[in-house]
């Protein structure tokens, strides 16, 4: 007959195969990702720079992952939808987010209620990208140059608009930022996405807009709009005759948007890890070199820590802007 120490010691053992054999099972699950297809979040509408580039990187993470990785568009709330339902996404590696600054580091001074926390929901993978803007007006507004502009905006105070992709977004920010550099009175007429405002752009509805590259450089080339500066600290390989707005007379005017890709909070290191290694071979490939350039936008690549950091820094010199610009929350 069996001792009850005995019979301890056979259920501790096989309690503790039982928890073996799962812990094996999870391994094997996470080593074997991706076991079926991946679905990218692009939380802005089809035809934007987050758009192309999600579609672009999708393709490319099939082609190293082995699995389709399909886009997603939920756009609203200038980022805060697509990146709320990623939040709350299983933590598997089977949801990912093209995530990017305007949402993450201007909207928390522009939105008193924010269903998502950024450092505490998501776990990041990698920075992706980063690219300046274009200044770019209608034809019938009489300005060829940066100068021009402001003395027109200032001989007419309120009466110039100026679109953005939604409050918040970059071309929202760089709009805030020329305004109180400039000291010009000049509308926000915020869209839902930049290439609708582009459109109204071409269409003479408004104005101008500091547009991203993608949507703008076709109609720029077209001579359907012109365009008077970028907001890149240097001038871009896309519009190489443009002048940047440092050398339009506003010393570090440097205003950037960049993209990263994450996971919600919770995901595996080895998923994050794994996604990460795939990254580092499509990010230095010529093929997304050279489609990124026709885009405005420089690839990057970055250990996962790089994400928050890069957040962190950025943080308070957008909150110093919106401060300066009288910008409330709402």
Known sequence: ????????????????????????????????????????????????????????????????????VIIENRPGASGNIGHEIASKAAPDGYTLLLSNSSTVVNNPFLYKQMNFDWYKDFSPI???????????VHPSVPAKNVAELTALAKAQPGVLNFGSGGKAIQSHIS??????????????????????AVADVVAGQIQMIFSDMAPAVPFIKANKVRALAVTSPQRTNTLPDVPTMVEAGFPNFDASVWWSIVAPRGTSN????????????I??????????????????????????????????IIGEVMKRAGVEKE
């Open 1 to 68: 007959m069996m001792t009850m120490t005995r019979l301890r010691v056979i259920f501790l053992a096989f309690v503790m195969s039982v928890l073996l054999g799962v812990l094996l099972n999870l391994a094997y699950a996470q080593t074997s990702y991706p076991t079926r297809p991946i679905k990218l979040i692009a939380p802005f509408p089809p035809g934007g720079t987050s758009d192309l580039l999600g579609r672009m990187l999708a393709q490319k993470l099939s082609d190293e992952l082995g699995q389709p």
């Open 126 to 136: 990698s920075l992706v990208a980063i690219a300046g803007q274009v200044l770019i």
């Open 175 to 196: 709009g805030e930022m020329y305004k109180t550099a400039a000291g010009v009175d000049i509308i926000h007429v915020p869209y839902k996405g930049t290439g609708v």
């Open 270 to 281: 080895v998923i994050i890890d794994r996604v990460n290694l795939a990254l580092s071979k």
């Open 283 to 316: 990010m230095v490939s010529n093929e997304i070199k050279e489609s990124f350039e026709k885009l405005g936008v420089t690839p990057l690549f970055s250990a996962p820590a790089k994400v928050f950091e890069l957040s962190r820094k950025d943080s308070p």
